[in-house]
């Protein structure tokens, strides 16, 4: 991996933050600024599916309460009650072909929802919101 220097200018306060948290964690300065900068930056579309890339793209783009509202979604009741069921009876029996592909099928929905809603809540934390249970409905 190469990199690259950059300067940037910081107040006292951050600067003061930065070197305590490098000397508790026993790291440089630089080390702790470039993890923070890692774990801050939105997420990045390459790292999704390429199905999923174009969607998420839009949601760079979407306002802060399109985010919240995409946040507080939950599956559909009976959908989710239907995917709780099939996994049940998949670890206590044999499930069917037919309810295999189910299943499957409801996996890839339920792993997609979650992966939207996460998306959009990581967006709202880099945007500078504060993301606690108290801010939103998730399951």
Known sequence: MTSESVTITLSEPI????????????VS???VLAQTIRG???PALADLPDDMQADFAL??????????????????PAQRKRHESLLE???EQQLSALEAAELARLRVIADRFVLR????L???KWRG???SEASWDGD
């Open 122 to 124: 990581a967006l709202l």
């Open 15 to 26: 600067v003061k933050r930065l070197q305590q948290a490098a000397q508790t964690m026993r």
């Open 40 to 42: 801050n930056l939105p």
């Open 117 to 120: 809603r996460s998306y959009a």
């Open 129 to 131: 919101h504060t993301i």
């Open 89 to 91: 009876q998949n670890r």
């Open 59 to 76: 949601l760079q783009s979407a306002d802060s309460a399109t985010l919240w509202r995409m946040a507080q979604e939950s599956l559909p």
């Open 29 to 31: 300065v630089g080390d």
